[in-house]
């Protein structure tokens, strides 16, 4: 479903498909890998993605790193790393919302125009899906509201649970 005139899109199912000029990752702070997603993402990119991770160097919560895409049909991977859910009180909101400010600053130094994101923190990470879909969407419109080079940005959801939660605050946007 589409918002925004558009310009944000809520899909059901799996990011590494998505033909996109970015796509993110929710890394962990080494960028090696892991599970989840981003397990997901390295295995569709291939050996490269983590060579070239591996000069980066790591990233710390709440940052982003631009990488190429290698196998996948996205031409880039921005990888971030969004905060363990600790109850809320451990400045997690606003690591959180750095994750979605800093990926799409990322893009748009870059002169990308479409990216597409994850739930981020929201599986191994713990993050409840209502108090994290309230900050990616309010951080996404707030972004795209001050760069119109950003053309569209979707929230890929890995469950029909998590894409209803996100058509509610988006339709709330
Ligand atoms: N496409 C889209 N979304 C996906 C996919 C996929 N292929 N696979 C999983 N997801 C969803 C999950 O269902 C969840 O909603 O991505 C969201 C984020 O979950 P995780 O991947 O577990 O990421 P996160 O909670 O941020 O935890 C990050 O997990 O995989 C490790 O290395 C990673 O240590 C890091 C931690």
Redesign the pocket.
């Known amino acids: 479903m589409d918002h925004l005139d558009g310009r944000i899109r809520v899909v059901r199912?799996?990011?590494?498909s998505l033909t996109v000029d970015a796509i993110v990752n929710?890394?962990?702070r080494t960028l090696l890998?892991?599970?989840?997603?981003?397990?997901?993402i390295h295995r569709a990119a291939g050996p490269g993605l983590l060579d070239e991770c591996r000069g980066i160097g790591g990233c710390p919560t709440g940052e982003a790193r631009l990488t190429g895409g290698y196998r996948l049909p996205a031409r880039h991977v921005i990888h971030t790393v969004?905060p363990v859910w600790h109850g809320g009180a451990r400045g997690e909101p606003d690591q959180l919302a750095a994750c979605y400010r800093n990926s799409l600053a990322l893009a748009a130094k870059q002169g990308l125009r479409t990216v597409a994101f994850?739930?981020?923190?929201?599986?191994?990470?713990?993050?409840p899906i209502e108090d994290a879909t309230r900050i990616a969407v309010r951080e996404v419109a707030a972004f795209l509201a001050g760069h119109p080079g950003i053309e569209q940005v979707t929230f890929?959801c890995?469950?029909d649970r998590?894409a209803a939660v996100y058509e509610r605050e988006c339709s709330r946007a």
């Open positions: 199912g799996d990011i590494t929710a890394a962990n890998g892991g599970g989840g997603v981003d397990g997901a969004g994850p739930a981020i923190s929201t599986g191994v990470y713990g993050y890929v890995f469950s998590d």
